[in-house]
């Protein structure tokens, strides 16, 4: 997905058959810092104040948001025709 380092930690927390949800130790600023410098294209998908961006980069896109229906901060990751992966991010 993109260089993420030595400090970054997943955690798989799929419930059942759902799709896969990760948690992560970073917060959104950090993510969406991580995927600039690693040259992902940034746009906004909403206005200003809801604060969801979709980066992309050789097919592949991850939108990011700062709410989420269960109120975390989250980001999703999906290819051409994949699956979304959701990740959980700290606040």
């Given at each position: 997905?993109?260089?993420?380092?030595?400090?970054?930690?997943?955690?798989?927390?799929?419930?059942?058959?759902?799709?896969?949800?990760?948690?992560?130790?970073?917060?959104?600023?950090?993510?969406?810092?991580?995927?600039?410098?690693?040259?992902?294209?940034?746009?906004?998908?909403?206005?200003?104040n809801k604060k969801i961006y979709k980066y992309t980069k050789k097919g592949r896109k991850i939108v990011t948001r700062k709410f989420s229906k269960d109120g975390r901060v989250t980001a999703?990751?999906?290819?051409?025709?994949?699956?979304?992966?959701?990740?959980?991010?700290?606040?």
């Amino acid at each position: 997905m993109f260089k993420y380092g030595k400090k970054l930690r997943f955690k798989d927390i799929t419930k059942g058959a759902s799709r896969k949800n990760f948690t992560m130790n970073i917060s959104r600023r950090q993510l969406q810092n991580r995927l600039k410098k690693s040259g992902w294209k940034k746009t906004r998908v909403e206005p200003k104040n809801k604060k969801i961006y979709k980066y992309t980069k050789k097919g592949r896109k991850i939108v990011t948001r700062k709410f989420s229906k269960d109120g975390r901060v989250t980001a999703d990751y999906s290819r051409k025709k994949g699956r979304v992966i959701k990740f959980r991010l700290r606040r």
